[in-house]
């Protein structure tokens, strides 16, 4: 007896462990979704200016994630960000999301924010000069000369990449050497642990969002039917105790069959019901 009591906690502690496991998994495969609806919703707004179709934007932030300790949900993130800013193209997105995260860890900040400052730069690399400069990023006279010369003959990811490049230079890829320090390699390990209940969460979102319709149709209206049912039977003992006929009549013929029933017989049992 003994040993069948010890068998059926532990095996309820499995089945509770069990049910955790799967929330968090289908929770991560939720967020990535999400992440991944506002790629695509980015994209259609505009236009796919940057050139980058989504799984193409999933690819790279699950590549960087590998090096930089930086989970690829939040990198994606960031990368929606650059993509509002149509005149960042592919020819500078990869590094232009890779200088985010580099500016995010040197300077302490959200990735987002970071991409939202560079991403401004980017778009109008003569007025970006000014907008870096607020935060310490100094461009020569000679850099600031050949932007303005390359965005005289429309030479935009050429200015680009003249910004780009002095981002280097000032935060020294911060990114890949936060990766390869001890809390680096654990943050990449935990994001690539991350992946796999994702994985796991993606191949029972189908099913769970297949029942969350079939509830929105079918029970949800159940139970507004069934409140509805219960507030009309409320009115008719309400109408009864209190003499109101028409109300109670109105609520009475409003009512399934069952509680129909079930309303006569207390309305035969007044008497009774009034001394209770």
């Known amino acids: 007896g003994g040993a069948l009591k ?16 799967l929330k968090g998994f289908i929770e991560d495969a939720a967020a990535s ?21 989504a799984s193409a934007i999933s690819d790279l932030a699950g590549e960087l994630s590998k090096v930089i300790p930086i989970d690829d949900e ?5 990368e929606n960000m650059l993509l509002t800013f149509t005149n960042v193209g592919k020819d500078v997105f990869p590094a ?7 500016m995010s860890i040197a300077l302490g900040e959200d990735s987002v924010a970071s991409a939202m400052r560079l991403g401004k730069a980017l778009n109008d690399p003569i007025q970006g000069v000014t907008a870096l400069r607020r935060v310490g990023v100094q461009l020569t006279d000679q850099q600031e000369a050949q ?13 680009q990449k003249v910004i780009l490049g002095e981002l280097t230079t000032e935060f020294g890829k911060s990114g890949r050497a936060a990766g390869e320090t001890f809390a680096g390699k654990m943050k990449i390990l935990q994001t ?7 994985g796991i969460g993606m191949a029972l979102l189908p099913v769970l969002t297949k029942l969350a319709d079939l509830a929105a149709q079918h029970v949800v209206p159940a139970i507004e039917d ?8 409320g009115k008719v003992i309400s109408g009864t105790l209190t003499g109101d006929v028409a109300k109670a009549a109105d609520a009475f013929n ?9 309303a006569l017989w207390l309305a035969d049992h007044k008497p009774e019901i009034e001394d209770l």
């Open 33 to 53: 979704q999400a992440v991944m609806a506002q790629t695509n919703a980015v994209i259609a707004s505009t236009k796919g200016a940057a050139g980058m179709s």
């Open 254 to 262: 409003q009512l399934p069959a069952p509680l129909q029933a079930l």
């Open 147 to 159: 932007i303005k010369a390359m965005m005289a003959v429309g030479d935009v990811a050429g200015a």
């Open 226 to 233: 069934g409140v509805e049912a219960l507030t009309n039977f």
């Open 192 to 198: 690539q642990i991350g992946n796999v209940k994702e």
């Open 6 to 21: 010890v068998g059926a906690l532990a095996g309820g502690a499995g089945l509770l462990g069990a049910g955790f496991a």
């Open 74 to 78: 939040v990198i994606q993130s960031t």
């Open 96 to 102: 232009a999301t890779e200088a985010a995260l580099d």
